[in-house]
């Protein structure tokens, strides 16, 4: 679609970050996840959000993340799979959800959605 390109123009310079990515492999014998050799993915937007929760009992914080990833743009562009790590100004996220944007009229993916929580 024409107007993807234009639209490509203005998010660029929101793209500021790096992070690394551990893909999850598998399990080993002690059910202990594994994972591959973390990779660099470059151009990418992490948008944090901290959430503080107090009852009677006890105070929590629990903080989660949204990581943005767009087609052209984002270096390299693949979907990431659940329960791989993140690693994020020296925080480690496990990714919990990954959502797959598509463009309007058509089935191509535009960008991905990665929802992680500290680990």
């Given at each position: 679609?024409?107007n ?7 998010i660029k ?6 992070v690394?990515y551990?893909e999850?492999?598998?399990q080993d014998?002690n059910?202990?996840?594994t ?13 944090i959000t901290e959430?503080y929760n107090?009852?009677s009992?006890s ?7 949204v ?6 743009l984002t270096?390299?562009f ?6 791989s790590?993140?690693?994020?100004g ?6 919990h959800?990954?959502?797959?944007c ?6 191509n993916v535009f960008?991905?959605e990665?929802?992680?929580?500290e680990?």
């Amino acid at each position: 679609m024409r107007n993807i390109n234009s639209l490509y123009r203005l998010i660029k310079p929101t793209l500021v970050h790096k992070v690394q990515y551990s893909e999850y492999k598998s399990q080993d014998r002690n059910h202990k996840p594994t994972y591959k050799d973390a990779e660099t993915i470059e151009h990418v937007r992490v948008d944090i959000t901290e959430t503080y929760n107090q009852t009677s009992n006890s105070e929590t914080t629990t903080i989660s993340a949204v990581l943005f990833m767009y087609r052209t743009l984002t270096t390299p562009f693949k979907r990431l799979l659940e329960k791989s790590i993140i690693v994020h100004g020296g925080k480690t996220y496990k990714i919990h959800k990954v959502v797959d944007c598509t463009e309007p009229y058509s089935d191509n993916v535009f960008s991905y959605e990665v929802e992680l929580i500290e680990s």
